[in-house]
């Protein structure tokens, strides 16, 4: 029997008795492994002067393994649904891994392409697949709190930074003994960059296996003690039908959602991707920054604290208000926010901080809120599969994000002589975005019963 049959769903079943409290934290080892996805600021400006690219050139390393990750959770969702979260998330951990290992060879052959295929295309399809691979199981863990759910686990995606950061620096030091995390000029040689990704990639890998190793799906007819289905009639958007992911895509509440999670993703990556040199930009008068490297890279760690705290409390609110209000806030408060970050963000550094962190606990707290906002609009029959289409929102974000912010900046001059001003052109555009998104909440309806599966044949497959 090979490794990947003994991960199959069907041997994969939870035993009676089993704590539904011990799948999160399964779930989190893996998402705080690709989470390490936001932490590539710290180390950008030494992949510029490596591979004496752009910004803009670099930017697209982060851009494709996004863009990766929404079309093979896209493509990838039936099979994930299929097979099971073990499976799934063993085969994320080795392209998770492989992607570390063949950017290593790029770094050191000083070949960027092979970066661009390794963390790009290769890490970005360990990205798609190992996000949504807990996310179905632990609907059906929780269909009395799903927003709490979804919110344990992802949190630990937008937390993989505030692990990531720190560990990077200190790695990045370790291997050069040059490099000076305090020092605004300093930058990793490519030797370090290599031994920095070769210890994550093996480092993840083993970390990952512990998901692999602890997650379980639940019965057929099992649910939550004391709970009934029922309950869930009485709520606004909440249906007790199913639609498969065939069907929500041809429905206009799915493309509605769609632009909502494309306009809350693109407003938020556009800051995440830039984070580390943004503030010291905001922060600079005749050419120096009162902002130093350290704290620049500490700012990329409370944003880290920020997305994962966000994920969790604004996605345990959902549960309360509901999906369709708790976007009303995240888009519309965050109109206002970006519009003060633009005009008044460099009055103090602290304003700047309090404002970037609840932009960004709105970015994360939208993430963590759509697959229960999809299990509201579709049930729970193949919602990891239709999370996984709604994942290419993400990945269209995932470009037009960095380009706005890449783009504007180019243009305004070279990386470390930039200031607050420059940044205004980008986040007004941002303002734009979101009130687009806001809009397209407003308009989102229950799905009409022409589009719901039928009983007999939904038991006849779960019996299968």
């Given at each position: 029997m090979s490794l990947l049959s003994k991960l199959d769903r069907s041997r994969s079943v939870a035993p009676p008795g089993f704590s539904r409290w011990l799948i999160p934290p399964a779930a989190l080892s893996v998402h705080l492994c690709i989470g390490q996805v936001y932490a590539t600021s710290v180390y950008k400006n030494s992949f510029v002067s490596h591979f004496e690219a752009s910004q803009t050139s670099i930017g697209i390393i982060f851009s494709i393994a996004i863009v990766m990750l929404g079309l093979s959770a896209a493509v990838g969702g039936t099979w994930v649904e299929k097979n099971g979260p073990r499976k799934a998330m063993f085969v994320s951990a080795s392209f998770w891994a492989a992607g570390f290992l063949v950017s290593a060879l790029g770094i050191s052959t000083s070949q960027l392409w092979l970066v661009y295929l390794g963390y790009g295309v290769l890490g970005g399809i360990g990205l798609g697949i190992g996000y949504i691979s807990p996310v179905s199981t632990l609907i059906k863990w929780f269909p009395d709190r799903p927003g709490l759910a979804t919110g344990l686990a992802i949190m630990g995606f937008g937390g993989g930074a505030l692990i990531a950061s720190p560990a990077s620096r200190q790695l990045l030091s370790f291997y050069d003994d040059g490099y000076d995390p305090s020092v605004a000029t300093s930058v990793a040689s490519g030797g370090a960059l290599v031994g920095l990704f070769l210890?994550?990639?093996?480092?993840?890998?083993?970390?990952?296996?512990?998901?692999?190793?602890?997650?379980?799906v639940p019965a057929d007819d099992w649910k939550p003690a004391g709970w009934d289905p029922a309950t869930v009639k009485s709520k606004p958007l909440v249906t007790t039908a199913n639609v498969s992911a065939a069907n929500a895509i041809r429905t206009r509440s799915f493309w509605l959602l769609w632009i909502v999670l494309f306009?809350?993703?693109?407003?938020?990556?556009?800051?995440?991707?830039?984070?580390?040199?943004?503030?010291?930009?905001?922060?600079?008068?005749?050419?120096?920054?009162?902002?130093?490297?350290?704290?620049?890279?500490?700012?990329?760690?409370?944003?880290?604290?920020?997305?994962?705290?966000?994920?969790?409390?604004?996605?345990?609110?959902?549960?309360?208000?509901?999906?369709?209000?708790?976007?009303?806030?995240?888009?519309?408060?965050?109109?206002?926010?970006?519009?003060?970050?633009?005009?008044?963000?460099?009055?103090?550094?602290?304003?700047?901080?309090?404002?970037?962190?609840?932009?960004?606990?709105?970015?994360?707290?939208?993430?963590?809120?759509?697959?229960?906002?999809?299990?509201?609009?579709?049930?729970?029959?193949?919602?990891?599969?239709?999370?996984?289409?709604?994942?290419?929102?993400?990945?269209?974000?995932?470009?037009?994000?960095?380009?706005?912010?890449?783009?504007?900046?180019?243009?305004?001059?070279?990386?470390?002589?930039?200031?607050?001003?420059?940044?205004?052109?980008?986040?007004?555009?941002?303002?734009?975005?979101?009130?687009?998104?806001?809009?397209?909440?407003?308009?989102?309806?229950?799905?009409?019963?022409?589009?719901?599966?039928?009983?007999?044949?939904?038991?006849?497959?779960?019996?299968?």
């Open positions: 210890t994550l990639g093996v480092a993840y890998f083993i970390i990952m296996m512990f998901g692999v190793a602890n997650m379980r306009c809350n993703v693109t407003a938020g990556i556009g800051i995440l991707e830039q984070a580390s040199p943004m503030i010291q930009d905001f922060f600079r008068s005749d050419g120096v920054s009162t902002v130093s490297v350290a704290a620049a890279g500490g700012f990329v760690g409370v944003l880290s604290l920020f997305n994962m705290a966000g994920r969790f409390a604004w996605s345990s609110t959902s549960d309360v208000i509901g999906r369709k209000p708790i976007y009303m806030v995240y888009l519309g408060v965050g109109v206002i926010l970006y519009f003060l970050l633009a005009t008044v963000g460099d009055a103090a550094t602290p304003l700047f901080v309090i404002l970037a962190g609840v932009i960004l606990s709105f970015y994360g707290g939208g993430f963590a809120t759509v697959p229960a906002y999809l299990r509201d609009l579709f049930g729970t029959f193949q919602v990891g599969a239709i999370h996984g289409r709604l994942l290419t929102a993400w990945s269209a974000a995932g470009v037009a994000g960095p380009l706005i912010i890449n783009g504007f900046l180019d243009a305004q001059g070279k990386p470390g002589t930039l200031t607050s001003s420059a940044y205004q052109p980008a986040l007004f555009t941002m303002v734009g975005v979101l009130a687009v998104g806001f809009v397209a909440n407003l308009l989102i309806r229950p799905v009409p019963d022409l589009y719901h599966e039928p009983a007999q044949p939904l038991a006849k497959e779960a019996a299968a």
